[in-house]
Each structure stands twice: as C-alpha cells, then as structure tokens.
T-cell receptor
Framework: DAKTTQPTSMDCAEGRAANLPCNHS???????VYWYRQIHSQGPQYIIH???NNETNEMASLIITEDRKSSTLILPHATLRDTAVYYC???????????FGEGTQLTVNP | NAGVTQTPKFQVLKTGQSMTLQCAQD?????MYWYRQDPGMGLRLIYY???????DKGEVPNGYNVSRLNKREFSLRLESAAPSQTSVYFC?????????????FGSGTQLSVL
C-alpha cells in the first residue's frame, strides 16, 4: 500500500484558513485520497475524499495536484472545534486495508 | 440511529485474562473493522470483515481473534491478554462511496492490561 507523509503538527489562528498538506508520491492510479480527523480521543470522522479533481463539501476543500503526488486539505475558516489530528489516507480498489499514519495535529488558537 | 456502538468503554484486565470487545452497527454496512491506537500513534488495522462470514488479517493480528456474528456484529477477542495489548480499540464499519469506502467509527474501548 502506498504511504503518505504529513507534518507532525501545525498551528492556525481562529477564523483563518488552515491548509494541511499531504505527500503521497507513490500513489497508484486507482487510489483515492481520503481525509479523516480525530478530535481528542474520539473515533476518527470522515471529512472528504477525491481522486484527481478538487472537491468541496460543507466541511472542507481538497486540492489534489495534477500529478497526484500531493494534496492539501483546506478548512476555510478554522474554529477552536477544528483542533484535532488530521489523517490523510489512501484507498484503492485492492481492498479494505486503509492504513492510518500518525497524522497532523492541528491546533487552532484564539 | 446509533451508528457504531462499542462495549465496554473501559476495561482493566490482568495478564492472561481473556475478554471480548463487542461492536454493532445499525447502518446495514457490509464491511467492518477493528483498529488499535497506542498513545501518540496512528491507527493500526487488526482485522477486517468485508462481508458476513468472512474475516481477514490486518497489519497487527497476533494475539487477537474475531467473529463476524452476523451483518451487524463484529467482535474482537483477546484469549490471553498481555501488557502490550494495552491500547484504545476502535471498531468501524464502512459505506461504499464513489471511490472507495467511507469509514464510520465507534467511540472506542480503552483497555489496560496489568
């Protein structure tokens, strides 16, 4: 399974956009990029996913580079409640073996 | 609609004891999973079940067994608990999405093995 690389931690001011990067340079053509977040010690929560086009939903936007080797999750107006660990995960048609790395601890500061 | 329900929420075991972690989902999902999360670490897949009656090993299956009792329930058993199994255990089920599977997680079971 392809792996992802994320920064260990990031800070963001409340009300500003949070841009979380993810490197997946060995991604396969049939693998989707998924983002989840884990608030404190709760179970992870799905945020968004995409293949090659940019995606947007009520929670966030996902920007995937043209070569698909990296992506950025954007929280347009971060709030204190967005403080969490964010995981970038690859999912392919090979089956149900989603692998979560250590993710990025995002801290939103007042 | 409860989603994914795990029991118990907390458990303390002595080395060598056995126990079963229960998981049930009410979303009619085919696939279910068990993950463990050690302090400061990401989630590691223990076992998964793509459908009722099938189970497969994940990344860290040693010391665990699973049972997919029916479509709703997927249990994880520790036959002889060891301190290395102290962790938070998460159950998840997944819905087919355009491009893979969306996972829905339970709230976790915090297990301590003394």
């Amino acid at each position: 399974d392809a792996k992802t690389t994320q920064p260990t931690s990031m800070d963001c001011a409340e009300g500003r956009a949070a841009n979380l990067p993810c490197n997946h340079s060995t991604i396969s053509g049939n693998e989707y990029v998924y983002w989840y977040r884990q608030i404190h010690s709760q179970g992870p929560q799905y945020i968004i996913h995409g293949l090659k086009n940019n995606e947007t939903n009520e929670m966030a936007s996902l920007i995937i580079t043209e070569d698909r080797k990296s992506s950025t999750l954007i929280l347009p107006h971060a709030t204190l409640r967005d403080t969490a660990v964010y995981y970038c995960v690859l999912y392919g048609t090979s089956g149900s073996r989603l692998t979560f790395g250590e993710g990025t601890q995002l801290t939103v500061n007042p | 609609n409860a989603g994914v329900t795990q029991t118990p929420k907390f458990q303390v075991l002595k080395t060598g004891q056995s126990m079963t972690l229960q998981c049930a989902q009410d979303m009619n999902h085919n696939s279910m999973y068990w993950y463990r999360q050690d302090p400061g670490m990401g989630l590691r897949l223990i076992y998964y079940s793509a459908s009722e009656g099938t189970t497969d090993k994940g990344e860290v299956p040693n010391g665990y067994n699973v049972s997919r009792l029916n479509k709703r329930e997927f249990s994880l058993r520790l036959e002889s608990a060891a301190p290395s199994q102290t962790s938070v255990y998460f159950c998840a089920s997944s819905a087919h999405a355009d491009g893979g599977e969306k996972l829905f997680f339970g709230s976790g079971t915090q297990l301590s093995v003394l």
